[in-house]
């Protein structure tokens, strides 16, 4: 049996690969003002996933416009908060898990993740919240931006 010569390919490092499938994700959203993603994984398995959106059997943002209060969309609900309400619906445990998210998660998505017993959060566009980042600090998980980790594809 005559083996074929390995031709390299590239593939991408698995923080790369969850920060594309959480910016797939974010397709789904269904408020105009942002389009958001977030990916829970551990053991470079998915969890769950989540997007922004109106809570279940609540027309969407699309469909009869924003609530705004104060500039903010009262209607949809974050796609960090629905990440961890598809693993309380599946009974999917979140302990340990990382978080990518196509964007900083704002205070109150923060406190979420921290409860839920993430470790890491990775975000690619920045929404910067002093009482996030102590929070993140004090619960000792990690944050950091998509843009400083080392992506590069590795080959298989």
């Known amino acids: 049996m005559q083996h074929d010569e390995r031709i390299p390919t ?6 790369e690969y969850f920060m594309t499938i959480a910016r797939t994700v974010a397709t789904r959203a269904t408020c105009p003002r942002a389009s958001v993603g977030c990916v829970l994984v551990r053991d470079h398995r998915i969890l769950t996933t989540g997007y922004n959106g109106a809570p279940r059997h609540v027309a969407h943002c699309t469909q009869v416009g924003c609530l705004l209060v104060h500039g903010h969309c009262q209607r949809a609900t974050h796609a960090e ?3 961890i309400v598809q693993g309380a619906l599946h009974g ?3 302990e340990g898990a990382q978080a990518y998210c196509t964007h900083q998660p704002c205070v109150n ?8 017993g993430v470790e890491r ?7 910067p919240d002093p009482i996030a980042a102590e929070l993140l600090a004090e619960a000792g998980v990690a944050i950091m931006p998509f843009g400083t ?8």
Request: glycine fraction near 6%; aromatic fraction near 8%; charged fraction near 15%.
């Open 10 to 15: 590239a593939r991408p490092g698995w923080d």
């Open 81 to 83: 908060a629905n990440a």
């Open 92 to 94: 999917v445990g979140l």
């Open 109 to 116: 998505c923060t406190k979420l993740l921290i409860s839920a």
């Open 121 to 127: 959060i990775v975000y690619e566009t920045a929404y």
């Open 149 to 156: 980790l080392d992506t590069a594809r590795v080959a298989p």
